[in-house]
């Protein structure tokens, strides 16, 4: 008899994922489905970059590239971090990915022994707990409520550090709130790494350009802890190519080599073509994207309203990204017909077999309370769904 190995037995799949599929099965048998579930801006991807793709396509740009990706693309992301984040990585600091997923997974991979703690505040992106389960290290997790924004402090991350601590993991702008740390809340928590110089953090900023209060701070912004972040990016949120599967690192040599060295076994590098159309991406002004975010902005003030309207929902303003995370306790308990609340999940459910909108429990995310709403959407589609999600909410008592 075949047995499939622990690691793989322990692994959760992705809730994101596993509600898209839920959603794209109940559409071919006919349901008529909104899926807020997906974590995919609805925009194609601008036009200059796949003009760039088809220019790569007739130059023949078709052979394996450097495993770090084409020197010319490395080139323009050293730049893109320096205009864009103050940060100095050189070319050989830089190593691209088939997607930011993928750039974590090499950052965990080359850095977690065995037993080996890595601290991750909730809510979380579903991945972080699984790429770490996979390096066979132990997650900490640190939570953060709706009162504070969903955000750790400084002193709540200091607290978690043990001596086995190796790295911490988080996302901001965040993915499922939407929540941003100022730049004053990442000097606390550069603060704490100064004073525990063993620790990495891996800075997930694949949002970073959706974003609506303000510039991006990233935590690796502080030099006197810049060799122990390991700051990563890509092309997938807001230059709407999340199917052309890139995202990339800026880290110390020492772990930048190694992340090379880890896909080298991998995957080798990324597909050449992406690579050639994300040069410019890297490259353009990112004030082409203004009218994107402005929609953004729109639809997530739109939900907000309308969330506002729903007795028992409590939710606070995300500052980026494309989500909203609401609580949803007070449902807990309550009945429809045959059907009892007893969780988020089956909140989840009940919404998606009572209004047909497809949505994400925030157990997934490391809280019990919330649900995950993607306002990536028109905002025609936002309001029928939320119009059906305010119905069905009603029936329960």
């Given at each position: 008899?075949?047995?499939l190995?622990?690691?793989l ?8 994922i596993?509600m898209?599929?839920?959603?794209r099965?109940?559409?071919a048998?006919?349901k ?12 194609f991807?601008p036009?200059f970059?796949k ?11 078709t052979?394996?590239?450097?495993v770090a990706g084409?020197d010319?693309?490395?080139?323009s992301?050293?730049?893109?971090f320096?205009r864009?984040?103050?940060?100095n990585?050189?070319k050989?600091?830089i ?18 022994n065995?037993?080996?703690e ?7 992106w579903?991945?972080?707990i699984?790429?770490v389960?996979?390096?066979?290290g ?7 409520g ?6 750790i ?9 043990t001596?086995k601590?190796?790295?911490m ?10 929540s ?8 606390g928590l ?7 110089p063993?620790v990495?953090?891996i800075?997930?900023?694949i949002?970073?350009?959706?974003n609506?209060?303000g510039k ?18 890509g092309?997938s949120k ?8 890139l ?10 080599d ?9 995957t080798s590098?990324?597909?050449s ?7 410019v ?5 990112p ?38 995370f609401?609580?949803i306790?007070?449902f807990?308990?309550k009945?429809?017909?045959d059907?009892?609340i ?6 989840c459910?009940?919404l ?23 306002y ?8 029928k769904?939320m ?11």
């Amino acid at each position: 008899m075949i047995q499939l190995s622990d690691r793989l037995l322990a692994m959760e799949e992705s809730a994101t994922i596993a509600m898209s599929r839920i959603s794209r099965e109940l559409k071919a048998a006919g349901k008529d489905v909104i899926s807020l579930s997906l974590g995919e801006p609805d925009f194609f991807t601008p036009e200059f970059i796949k003009d760039a793709a088809k220019e790569a396509l007739d130059q023949n740009y078709t052979m394996y590239t450097p495993v770090a990706g084409y020197d010319d693309l490395r080139e323009s992301i050293s730049l893109k971090f320096k205009r864009d984040n103050g940060l100095n990585y050189s070319k050989d600091q830089i190593v691209v990915s088939t997607g930011a997923k993928q750039s974590i997974a090499n950052a965990v991979l080359s850095c977690i022994n065995p037993g080996d703690e890595v601290i991750i505040p909730a809510p979380y992106w579903v991945s972080y707990i699984e790429i770490v389960k996979v390096a066979e290290g132990i997650p900490v997790i640190v939570h953060a409520g709706i009162e504070t924004d969903f955000k750790i402090t400084a002193k709540q991350f200091e607290d978690a550090i043990t001596p086995k601590t190796k790295m911490m993991i988080f996302s901001s702008p965040c993915n499922p709130t939407g929540s941003l740390y100022s730049q004053e809340e990442l000097r606390g928590l550069a603060d704490v790494l100064v004073k525990n110089p063993s620790v990495v953090v891996i800075s997930d900023e694949i949002y970073e350009h959706i974003n609506f209060v303000g510039k991006h701070q990233s935590l690796a912004q502080f030099p006197e802890i810049f060799d122990q972040v390991i700051t990563i990016n890509g092309v997938s949120k807001a230059w709407a190519m999340t199917g052309w599967r890139l995202g990339y690192i800026g880290a110390s040599k020492l772990i930048a080599d190694a992340c090379n060295k880890v896909q080298g076994q991998f995957t080798s590098a990324t597909c050449s073509i992406a690579q050639r159309a994300a040069i410019v991406a890297m490259k353009a002004d990112p004030a082409v994207l203004q009218d994107m975010i402005k929609a953004f902005k729109s639809r997530r003030d739109l939900v907000l309203g309308m969330l506002k309207e729903m007795p028992g929902v409590k939710a606070n303003t995300p500052e980026g990204a494309f989500y909203i995370f609401p609580d949803i306790s007070y449902f807990i308990g309550k009945k429809y017909k045959d059907t009892t609340i007893t969780s988020a999940h089956d909140l989840c459910l009940y919404l998606l077999s009572e209004a047909m909108v497809a949505l994400v429990s925030g157990e997934s995310f490391g809280s019990n309370n919330c649900i995950r709403i993607s306002y990536a959407a028109s905002e025609e589609t936002l309001v029928k769904a939320m119009t059906r999600v305010k119905e069905a909410l009603a029936k329960l008592a």
